[in-house]
Each structure stands twice: as C-alpha cells, then as structure tokens.
C-alpha cells in the first residue's frame, strides 16, 4: 500500500483522495493521512456517503500544502460533472499521480 500522509515534521501536507465506492460512485474527502482515512471508511467509520455505498478503492490523492488548499480543491472537484471528475482524475495520474492507487480494487 502506498503511503498518503503527512511529510517530515514541520511540513504539515493535506491531500485531497477519491474513492471509488460500490455502484461505481466517487467520493471525495480531504485527510492528513489517506490510508488511515480510508480504513475508517472501510470500518464503516467515515462518512455517511461511506456508510451507505462501501469504499471498494482509493483511486487518486493529491497533496497540498495547507487544509486550506485542500479544502478548496475538494469543493472544486466537487462541483464538476462525473465526466469532468474523470478528466482530473486523469489529468492527477499524468502529473505523477503521487499516491495514485493506494488499496487494492
């Protein structure tokens, strides 16, 4: 598994994940560490969406320097049409898709 959390000490990181969820649905939330984030989702722990459509993936995170930045990414990404938010997740894995993956489909 790949390692989504915060840098060395002194450099607090935020990432904006998805999830790929049951239903063929995405998620997205923001977290300091995305693995553990993504095993509350999985625990039934994380959000009501989560609960209702189990978490089958993490299919794409990226990092920020501030909860700030990430915050307002995730509102962005939010707002795009499902084929958009394909699009960027594309476009994140062409970047270098740090984290890209993550837990097994």
């Known amino acids: 598994m790949t390692s989504h959390h915060a840098g060395a000490a002194g450099r607090e990181r935020w990432f904006v994940y998805v999830l790929r969820c049951r239903g063929d649905r995405l998620y997205c939330g923001i977290a300091k560490d995305v693995d553990a984030r993504y095993a ?3 625990a039934g722990k994380g959000a009501k969406f989560t609960r209702a ?4 993936s993490i299919v794409a995170t ?12 995730e509102a962005a990404f939010k707002a795009l049409s499902r084929t958009a938010k394909n699009g960027a997740i594309r ?6 898709g740090k984290g890209c993956g993550g837990a097994p489909s």
């Open 53 to 56: 459509f189990q978490p089958l």
């Open 40 to 42: 509350e989702h999985v």
């Open 62 to 73: 990226r990092a920020f320097a501030s909860r700030s930045q990430a915050l307002k990414a």
């Open 91 to 96: 476009d994140w894995h062409a970047e270098g």
